[in-house]
């Protein structure tokens, strides 16, 4: 050792650890407290709404056509549920991207492309072949 206790080190590693990126967007449970829209949606974690946006998709906007019927349709799945979600960092917009699972592991994502309420969105989940199928 350079002169530091093994405490300070332990502790200087678990800092590292805790502000690394990966740590940061671990997956996590909360409750869906509010929908903004067909593909964006509040979750309650630690006490804080946490904006999420739903990864590989995209929904008409609530002023264009099925929009509205979108949002509803997004309520209906996550709206005062417990959901998990499976997280891929952050956009431009600072919201968590997710992959959004319910209790039963109904994959919110997926059901919306599936139901016809949204389509893959290629710019941004070019890679994802499960959603280019069902849509």
């Known amino acids: 050792m350079t002169g530091r206790s093994l405490p300070t080190v332990i502790l ?5 650890f805790l502000t690394s990126p990966d740590f940061m967007f671990a997956n996590f449970t909360g409750l869906g407290v509010s929908v903004l829209d067909g593909d964006t949606i ?7 709404a946490e904006k999420i ?14 929009g509205r019927k979108a949002k509803q349709a997004v309520s209906a799945l996550v709206f ?3 959901v998990t979600l499976q997280t891929y960092g952050q956009d431009k917009y600072g919201r968590t991207i997710a992959d959004v699972l ?4 109904t994959n919110v994502n997926t059901t919306l ?7 893959w969105y290629r710019k941004y ?11």
């Open 125 to 135: 989940a070019a890679a994802d072949t499960v959603l280019e199928r069902l849509e």
């Open 102 to 105: 319910l209790p039963d592991g």
């Open 12 to 16: 200087v590693c678990l800092g590292l």
């Open 80 to 82: 005062g549920k417990e």
């Open 53 to 66: 946006r739903l990864k590989g998709i995209n929904c008409p906007e609530k002023r264009q056509a099925y």
């Open 42 to 48: 509040n979750v309650l974690y630690n006490g804080k």
């Open 113 to 119: 492309v599936k139901d016809g309420w949204c389509w």
